[in-house]
C-alpha cells in the first residue's frame, strides 16, 4: 500500500476500562506501556507491518472506569495526544455498578455521557477518526446469577453503541457475536474467564476482529 507522507507518524489512541487497559505500564517503558490487551496485538501487528510509517500507538484505559470516568479525564488523555484516530471500548463498568446497586450506578449514564464524549470530541478534533468497540459477556463468572438482567442491560448498551456509530460516522465494531461463536467452540470461560474480562484467546479475537473491520473502513488510511 502506497501513502503519502503525511500519513507518517499517526496517533492511534485506545480507550476504555480494565479490557483495555490490560496492567500497562504508567512510565515509558516500550516493553510494557501498551499493556496486555487487545491494544497490546493491534499495536504489534501494525507496528511491525507499517514500521516505516512510525505509527505510534497511545493505551489509556483505566481499569474500573464507566463511560462517566472516561468523559471526566478525556481532556488529558484523549483530547492533550491529538490523536488522528481514537479506539473506545466501555459499558461492563457502568453495567456492574448498576447490577451490585452502587451508589455511582443510581442512574444510567452510559447513553448521554458517552454522547458527551463522541460531541466534545467531533468539536474539538473533526478530522479525529473514531472507532467505537461493542461491549460484550458471556455466560460465566459471577454475572451467571443475574444472567438475564446482564444480558438485557448490556444489549441496551450494544444498541446505544451501535446507534452513536452512524450518528458520528464512527467505524463500528460488534463484538457479541464473535463471542458467542467462540463459547460454541469451547466453553465461555476459556474466553471470558469471569463472564466479563478475556483471556489471552480473548484478547485475540478482539483483536483480530478490529484489525479486519478498521482495515476494510479505509480509517487507518497507512
Known amino acids: 500500500m502506497t501513502a503519502s507522507t503525511t500519513n507518517h507518524n499517526k496517533v492511534i489512541l485506545f480507550q476504555g476500562d480494565s479490557i483495555t487497559d490490560g496492567n500497562r505500564g504508567r512510565d515509558d517503558d516500550p516493553n510494557h506501556i501498551l499493556g496486555h490487551s487487545y491494544a497490546y ?9 507499517f514500521a516505516e510509517k512510525g505509527l505510534q500507538f497511545y493505551n489509556r484505559g ?3 472506569d464507566r463511560i462517566s470516568d472516561l468523559y471526566a479525564r478525556w481532556n488529558e488523555d484523549a ?4 490523536p488522528d484516530i481514537i479506539s473506545i471500548l466501555i459499558g461492563v463498568n457502568d453495567a456492574w455498578r448498576i447490577m451490585n446497586g452502587e451508589p455511582s450506578g443510581v442512574t444510567d449514564r452510559f447513553e448521554r455521557a458517552y454522547r458527551h464524549v463522541l460531541e466534545e470530541t467531533s468539536e474539538v478534533l473533526p ?5 467505537l468497540c461493542e461491549p460484550f ?8 446469577e443475574q444472567w438475564a438482567a446482564w444480558d438485557e442491560r448490556i444489549k441496551n448498551y450494544q444498541a446505544v453503541v451501535r446507534e452513536l456509530a452512524v450518528q458520528f460516522n464512527a467505524v463500528h465494531i460488534p463484538l457479541q457475536e464473535l463471542f ?8 465461555a470461560a476459556y474466553w471470558l474467564w469471569d463472564g466479563v474480562h ?13 484489525l479486519t473491520i478498521v482495515e476494510r473502513s479505509g480509517v487507518l488510511n497507512i
Open 62 to 64: 483505566i481499569s474500573g
Open 198 to 210: 478475556p483471556t489471552a484467546a480473548g484478547h485475540d479475537l478482539i483483536a483480530k476482529q478490529w
Open 79 to 82: 483530547i492533550s495526544l491529538n
Open 180 to 187: 458467542n461463536e467462540a463459547a460454541q467452540r469451547v466453553d
Open 127 to 131: 478530522h479525529t477518526k473514531l472507532i
Open 41 to 49: 496485538i493491534i499495536g504489534g501487528k501494525l507496528g511491525n507491518e
Open 137 to 144: 459477556i458471556l455466560k460465566a463468572g459471577g454475572i451467571v
